[in-house]
């Protein structure tokens, strides 16, 4: 437990100066671009960070997203499996590390950790960037062609973000089997949005399938009470914007909120949330209404009243993926008439 856990704060220091040089308009541009392509819905069959420039820019802007995402993913883990921590890291598609960064800033301490990508332009600015946290600084950067012919050495945590949406149908389901092969516990993230939440059931359904048990966000290993292509199981993590999130995307707010959608299992036994919040819960005089995914497994709007007494201040201060209770009494539906 030697090495301290390092905020966000440290990565957006670290990846200030990376555009040191380049004109703000041409970064702009090229993260516009890198954006579209990472937002398309056709597979790419080449890496789409071309080079320095492009992974400087595409760093500079969406590391800090990834890095929350994940680490929230991972803390919704940590809740699960309280007393575990992984001896050994693997990231899968890990471009510049942000998750490598997140799992330094969940768990104290020194592991091998392995970042594999295609993009060498990628794998040497993580490489550079991760001279500034202790963790990472003996970290492997391993250039690797992630798909159907991907291996994976044995390891406790393997983590996935934001890479599924860049293969192919019979690719993911080959990453998905090769990361519940090698690992222990297995964190996979996608964009907050329908396709994205698609494809993170499409994991966990494999994941069970090879035995593993859901710690999060779902309070139960059985199938999604969602009905297929009526909603979709979202996140919310809060982003500082830098500069350049400002250029991009315009507007004025010193932060911006990043939806994704994720699973965390493990092979390990687990002891998820007895339910979630699933939405951002909607305060009203004298009584919060929560959005709640439950153990049977069902959905169900739960009403909190004052009346509820201390279980009602725990409504006020819940937010969005909150494990629900939080804590003080109550059952793990909270009692009320429902909507």
């Excluded at 492009?54 to 990834?66: F, K, L, N, Q, S």
């Excluded at 998905?176 to 964009?191: F, G, L, Q």
């Excluded at 959608?261 to 493990?266: C, D, F, M, Q, T």
Aim: glycine share 8%; with cysteine.
């Amino acid at each position: 437990m030697n090495v301290p856990v390092l905020p966000a704060e440290n990565l957006r220091s670290a990846l200030a100066g990376l555009l040191d040089g380049l004109p703000p308009r041409q970064a702009a541009q090229a993260v516009e671009r890198l954006i579209a392509n990472y937002r398309g819905a056709t597979p790419t069959d080449a890496p789409i960070l071309r080079d320095r420039a492009d992974v400087a820019a595409y760093a500079a802007y969406r590391m800090p997203a990834t890095f929350e995402a994940v680490r929230s993913a991972l803390e919704a883990f940590v809740d699960a499996v309280p007393s575990w921590a992984p001896g050994g890291h693997t990231d899968v598609g890990g471009g510049t590390g942000a998750a490598a960064w997140a799992v330094s800033a969940t768990w104290d301490g020194e592991r091998p950790v392995t970042v594999l990508d295609w993009a060498e332009p990628a794998l040497a600015l993580g490489r550079e960037i991760a001279e500034a946290n202790p963790a990472l600084r003996d970290a492997r950067w391993q250039r690797s062609r992630i798909g159907a012919a991907l291996t994976l050495e044995s390891t406790d945590l393997v983590t996935v973000s934001y890479v599924l949406n860049e293969l192919t149908s019979a690719d993911r389901t080959a990453l998905v089997d090769a990361a519940a092969s090698a690992a222990r516990a297995v964190v996979i993230v996608e964009p907050g949005t329908p396709d994205g939440y698609a494809r993170i059931i499409e994991a966990r359904d494999r994941l069970i399938a090879a035995g593993f048990h859901i710690a999060a966000p779902c309070p139960h290993s059985a199938a999604c009470p969602i009905a297929p292509g009526s909603d979709w199981c979202h996140f919310s993590a809060r982003v500082s914007r830098s500069s350049l999130h400002r250029q991009v995307k315009g507007g004025s707010l010193a932060y911006e909120d990043e939806k994704f959608s994720y699973v965390a299992a493990s092979r390990l036994p687990v002891e998820p949330a007895p339910s979630r919040i699933v939405r951002r819960p909607q305060i009203r005089k004298g009584q919060v209404l929560l959005d709640l995914c439950e153990k049977d497994p069902s959905l169900r709007r739960a009403t909190v009243t004052k009346r509820h007494g201390d279980l009602y201040k725990s409504a006020r201060d819940a937010d969005w993926g909150d494990p629900w209770p939080d804590a003080g009494p109550g059952p793990a539906s909270a009692p009320g008439p429902t909507a």
